[in-house]
C-alpha cells in the first residue's frame, strides 16, 4: 500500500489558535484533523503521518521549519504529500506552498495542496506544484480535500492526467502538446472561432493571455520634509467602539479617523478588530501597527512636512481584490481633498 504524509498548520492540527502561531513543527505519527478525512478518501493508499506547525513559525522561521521538518521526512517512506487545504488564509497558503515546494526538490514526490483564488500562495507557487481551486473558508474543507484525494488517487495510478481546467488545479503556465481526441485540424478551430467571433457568439481561445492588473510607479517625492504623508492600514486598528462596524476578516468597510493633536494611539481607546493574529501586542500599543508616534516625531524633526489629520483602517485578511480596490477609490478623494503627497500602507 503506497503512503502518504500530510502538512496542516497549529489550528487544524489541534494545537490551538493565533496563541499557538508560534507552535514548532512536529511531525506525529497518524492521523490528526484533516487527515483523517485524507485518509478515508484515499484509495490503496493510508495517510502514515501528520505534520504540524505554527503559522508564524513557518512564516518568520521558514527556513529553520524547513530543515526540521525535510530531517524528520528523511526517516520516513512515503510516496505523496499533502498540505491544507489553506482556504483564503494568507499564512497558512504561504506555509504550504514553502513545505511542498521543498519535500518536492528534496524527494521528489508528487505534492499537491489547495487554497482559494484570493490567497496570496496561489500567485506564489502555482507553477511549482499542483494547487487545487478551493473554497474560501472551512466550511469547504469536506469538498476540498476530496479533490486532492482524488487528483491524489490519479497520480498513484499512473493514470492520465488532463490539463488544469479539467482536473481543477490553478494553470501552472506549463504547455504540453496533446492529440485530441475529436481529431479536429487547428485550422478548422480557428475558423469556427473567427465565425463565433463575427456573429458575437460564445467562444474559448486555446491560448488565452492572463489579465495582469499593472499599477505604475509613482514618482519619487523630492522633498520629504515638505510632504504631507497620510497613513492607511489593513491592520484593523479602530476607536474602542469600532464605529463603522469594520469585519474582522473578508472585509467590506473601512474607517477614518481624525488624528488631529493626538501624538499617541493608547491602548484602551483603540484597538484592533483583526482576526488573522494574536491581538494583544497590537491592543496594548496600537501605534506598533500605526506608527502614530514616529511620524509625529518626523514631523516635529522636519523629516516629513505634516501628517495628515487622518488615518484609515479595514482588514487585509480574507478581503478581496475587488472589495481592497472599491475601498481605495472611497478613501482617494480625503486624500486628493487635503492635497497628501504620500501614503504610508502599513499592515501586520
Not at 518536492?104 to 496561489?122: L, R
Not at 466550511?139 to 476530496?146: E, G, T, V, Y
Not at 487585509?316 to 504610508?344: C, F, H, S, W
Request: proline share 5%; hydrophobic share 40%; with cysteine.
Amino acid at each position: 500500500m503506497k503512503k502518504a504524509i500530510m502538512y496542516v498548520n497549529q489550528f487544524f492540527g489541534q494545537i490551538g489558535g493565533e496563541d499557538k502561531a508560534d507552535f514548532a513543527p512536529v511531525v506525529k505519527e497518524g492521523l490528526v484533523g484533516p487527515a483523517m478525512q485524507l485518509n478515508k478518501e484515499l484509495d490503496d493508499c493510508e495517510v502514515t503521518h501528520t505534520i504540524i506547525c505554527g503559522d508564524n513559525f513557518m512564516g518568520s522561521k521558514t527556513e529553520e521549519a524547513i530543515d526540521i521538518i525535510i530531517s524528520e521526512l528523511e526517516k520516513l517512506e512515503f510516496d505523496i504529500f499533502f498540505a491544507g487545504p489553506a482556504f483564503q488564509a494568507g499564512r497558512y497558503g504561504a506555509a504550504c506552498g514553502h513545505i511542498c515546494k521543498a519535500v518536492k526538490e528534496k524527494f521528489n514526490v508528487p505534492v499537491i495542496t489547495s487554497m482559494h483564488i484570493e490567497n496570496p500562495g496561489v500567485e506564489m507557487f502555482k507553477k511549482d506544484m499542483y494547487i487545487f481551486k478551493g473554497g474560501h473558508s472551512a466550511a469547504k474543507m469536506r469538498s476540498d480535500i476530496k479533490a486532492m484525494a482524488k487528483f491524489g488517487n490519479k497520480l498513484l495510478k499512473g493514470e492520465e492526467i488532463l490539463g488544469a481546467k479539467e482536473e481543477g488545479y490553478y494553470e501552472r503556465g506549463i504547455r504540453h502538446q496533446v492529440w485530441r481526441k475529436d481529431g479536429v485540424q487547428a485550422a478548422d478551430r480557428v475558423v469556427d472561432m473567427l465565425i463565433k467571433k463575427l456573429y458575437d457568439k460564445p467562444f474559448e481561445t486555446e491560448l488565452p493571455i492572463p489579465k495582469l492588473d499593472r499599477v505604475p510607479i509613482a514618482p519619487a517625492i523630492k522633498d520629504l520634509s515638505k510632504a504631507k504623508i497620510a497613513v492607511l492600514n489593513t491592520g484593523g486598528i479602530v476607536p474602542i467602539d469600532n464605529p463603522d462596524r469594520i469585519q474582522s476578516a473578508s472585509a467590506t468597510r473601512w474607517g477614518r479617523y481624525n488624528i488631529e493633536g493626538i501624538d499617541d494611539l493608547k491602548g484602551g481607546v483603540y484597538k484592533t478588530i483583526h482576526a488573522g493574529f494574536d491581538p494583544a501586542a497590537a491592543d496594548a500599543d496600537p501605534d506598533v501597527i500605526v506608527p502614530i508616534d514616529v511620524l509625529r516625531a518626523y514631523e516635529k524633526e522636519g523629516k516629513i512636512g505634516s501628517l495628515h489629520n487622518y488615518f484609515y483602517t479595514t482588514v487585509g485578511t480574507g478581503t478581496t481584490q475587488a472589495e481592497a480596490a472599491r475601498m481605495a477609490q472611497e478613501i482617494i478623494p480625503y486624500l486628493k481633498e487635503d492635497n497628501v503627497d504620500a501614503v504610508i500602507m502599513v499592515s501586520t
